[in-house]
């Protein structure tokens, strides 16, 4: 495969992982989480973020964003998100299908002329109306950290959302795919960016940061949320997210958390788009077209398309904005200075 700056997805998988994976690869184990493994490290990512929460293994990020929405929810009740949410645009209707509610999309506040993934306030609260019978109910709110558009949501802003739906008797869910590296960016704890925000429910990624298969899902608030963590095992059941070797997941989170490798990972991953960035504000002719604040970078080609298809013979990455001639490159774990330099060099020539 070319040299991706497509997705962090396309990136492999850390040494370390494969070594924790191969570790835990002998003798036998009770499958569907029921090993003693698999609960200590569980209660290893409980702990890790604050004690007052119930995690849970999941396959996937779908997967995830599924069972942690799905269990608030009734059949009458609407999920609220950006109109750019990955839930809405990426998961085809998976959150729709499963939990038989629709989703209600808000739109996004406007950034540099385009929309920067993140809803505010006021916003929110024009959706927050009940009691008319011909009308779904919202019941929940799910934003995304970093957002689809790489932004990040300060501590404060996630705050006032979560009283907003608390105080409307509802609930808050992010989707904490790229959750590292925000953390990375924010130069903060995972504990201080999620569960002392105010969050009901989160995803911990990790497949997108370095890790071969699986997520885990946590509801916070034990007492309060006691009916939803009671619920959650027999909905990740039905939604075919109980992988049976769990303990293979489970040996990834561990080397995942320890010695931080998780943030390690992340920051690298941001310290490579920041790296592009500066690369790229060095070429007149491209304009940096959003904030860059985690490990993506987005950016105006002045090519035609067929030079940027000769750019995609040897790279891949997403054109974000066909009108704008706008791309998506995005930095992972293991992208390396000398192949952005090789980016640029490639980029220079094609405007020469």
Known sequence: MKYSFGSDNHSGVHPKILKAIEKINSGYSFGYGEDKYTEGVLDKIEKLLGGDCKALFVLNGTGANVVSISTFLKPFSTILAPHTAHIIEDECGAVERFSGCRITPIECQKERGSYNGKISPASLKQYLKFGDQHKVQPKILSISQPTENETLYTIEEIKQLSKIMHQAGGYIHLDGSRISNAAAAMKLSIKEIVAETGIDSFSFGGTKNGLLIGEVIVVFNKKK???????????????????SKNRFIAAQFEEYIKDNLYLKMAQHANKMATYLKRKIEAIPQIAITKKVETNAVYLALPFSKKDIKKLQDKYLFYMWDEEKNEARLMCSFNTTKESIDELIKDIRSLIK
């Open 225 to 243: 949320n006691k009916e939803f963590i009671d619920n959650l095992c027999y909905i990740r059941k039905q939604a075919t997210q109980l992988y």
